[in-house]
């Protein structure tokens, strides 16, 4: 078993549900993409190529794991990675292959 201060048992269930919605490859590329800045929602749909509906049911996991945050912007929703984090993760396993900051 893991040990040190950050393995209590809320913290290894809050890695989890990250790491849950992450397994995905097009939230991986949502997470991908939100690394490089806040996008809106129809930035994110012609990046990821996902229709409406399956885009929001992506982006709806991602906020339910802690990974995004949303922002409304009059009728405009905007979306934005919760920490800096989640690109440690992506760099971890690949996914940037550039600086991010």
Do not use: W
């Not at 994110?44 to 049911?57: D, F, K, T």
């Not at 993760?89 to 991010?100: P, S």
């Amino acid at each position: 078993m893991l040990s040190g201060s950050g393995a209590t048992p809320a913290n290894m269930r809050r890695i989890a549900a990250a790491l849950q919605a992450m397994g995905n490859h097009h939230r991986l590329q949502v997470l991908v993409e939100l690394a490089q800045g806040e996008r809106s929602v129809g930035e994110l749909r012609r990046a990821v190529g996902l229709r409406p509906s399956a885009l929001s049911q992506h982006l709806a996991k991602l906020r339910v794991g802690g990974l995004v945050r949303t922002r409304r912007d009059a009728t405009r929703i905007y979306y934005s990675l919760c920490s800096s984090e989640v690109i440690t993760v992506l760099r971890g396993f690949g996914c940037l292959t550039h600086k991010v900051d």
